[in-house]
């Protein structure tokens, strides 16, 4: 694993992962709340197999990358073009997790045909979208956490500061995943914790706020992958994004939630060799 750190503007800068494979089709990997931006561990043998290398960052605020308060789902997208263009890739595809999802949408939107194809597990629609009951379905700390972020940072700060603690509400189905090559997520969420809550909260912050791109703007073909079970983001998230993104496909996997949809990822990432 390659990792560098890249100047974009303004003084920040990204910190960057890269599996370095030239010759590969290259994925840009867009990473969960609170996740550090390391490409996904249990991905790699599958992704060995298709050809793929791996690239990707820490969003502004967590890890290796310098904060960017207000940040949107759009100005993620610009990150992308600059770490792209960093590393000289021209087009490349997108894969996200979670809101990770969100923001490879985001790319899809904003980035035009730099971005080739666009896979998704449990993506975010964006706040206040027409015919979607948004909250519906969530865990309460979900409603609690996104409902005060959706009031501005300084009140999702005050209720980090309170001693707020997120319950997953993890089933024994989820539990079982961890104790498997996907126990992944906490190796990349712990250290994003450790490192304090700025990147989480300017995460929730801008699942709220507009995204400044429109995913019915997206030409590249879209897999959106849902669990019907998923009370982190409800699969109804997923039918709105299908609804909208011009070259979508929706797979609804009925019992699987926000956690176990991850088992589904290999056969997503087939789907995404075969578009490119």
């Not at 770490?83 to 087009?91: E, F, H, N, S």
């Not at 980035?111 to 975010?124: C, W």
């Not at 500061?161 to 969420?189: I, Q």
């Amino acid at each position: 694993m390659i990792e560098l750190d890249i100047p974009v503007g303004g003084g920040r800068t990204l910190h960057v992962y890269d599996t370095g494979e030239v010759g590969r089709a290259p994925v840009m990997w867009h990473h969960g709340t609170p996740n550090l931006g390391s490409p996904p561990e249990p991905l790699f043998a599958a992704s060995d197999r298709l050809g793929l290398r791996w690239v990707s960052f820490d969003r502004p605020g967590y890890g290796g990358s310098t904060p960017a308060p207000g940040r949107t789902v759009a100005s993620v997208a610009g990150d992308a073009a600059k770490v792209a263009d960093a590393l000289g890739l021209d087009r490349f595809a997108v894969v996200g997790y979670s809101g990770g999802g969100s923001y490879a949408l985001g790319c899809a939107a904003a980035l035009g045909d730099r971005v080739q194809a666009a896979l998704t597990l449990a993506a975010i629609a964006p706040y206040g979208a027409d015919g979607l009951d948004w909250f519906t379905g969530m865990v309460p700390s979900g409603v609690a956490a996104l409902g005060t972020a959706a009031a501005g940072r300084q009140a999702r700060t005050a209720l980090e500061a309170s001693g707020f603690a997120y319950d997953c509400e993890f089933t024994a189905a989820d539990l079982a995943l961890f104790e498997g090559p996907w126990g992944w997520l906490g190796k990349v969420a712990e250290p994003a914790l450790a490192a304090g809550p700025h990147g989480q909260i300017d995460d929730d912050v801008s699942y709220t706020l507009p995204w400044g791109c429109d995913p019915g703007a997206i030409d590249a073909p879209v897999l959106l992958l849902h669990g019907t079970a998923d009370r982190i983001i409800p699969a109804a998230h997923g039918s709105w994004l299908a609804a909208q993104c011009p070259n979508a496909e929706l797979r609804l996997l009925e019992g699987d939630s926000h956690f176990t949809i991850v088992e589904h990822a290999e056969s997503g990432l087939e789907w995404l060799r075969r578009q490119l």
